[in-house]
């Protein structure tokens, strides 16, 4: 008799960089640089003598953008997905 592969009684493995916990301290973290590079890109825009660095804030604000939409989508399908397991229990 051959083994299963995936037995039905064994969890699903989730690394610890993919768990929810992991995603909102992501969240929380890519929050606070993207508020961050919207003072800076104020601060840029006040001062004349600044504004060939305007470069900077703008790109660590659209990188940080990403990252919170990717962690909120990640975090969100954490939640359905335990959701959906409870009801299946």
């Not at 060939?52 to 604000?61: E, K, N, Q």
Request: hydrophobic share 55%.
């Amino acid at each position: 008799m051959k083994l299963e592969e995936n037995p039905v009684f064994r969890k699903k493995m989730i690394p610890w960089y993919d768990s929810p916990i992991a995603a909102t301290i992501r969240l929380l973290v890519a929050a606070a640089i993207f508020g961050f590079s919207t003072i800076g890109i104020q601060l840029v825009r006040e001062t004349p003598s600044f504004s060939a660095f305007l470069w900077v804030p703008s790109i660590l604000a659209g990188l940080s953008a990403i990252l919170l939409i990717v962690s909120g989508f990640r975090l969100i399908d954490a939640f359905l997905e335990n959701r959906k397991h409870r009801e299946a229990d």
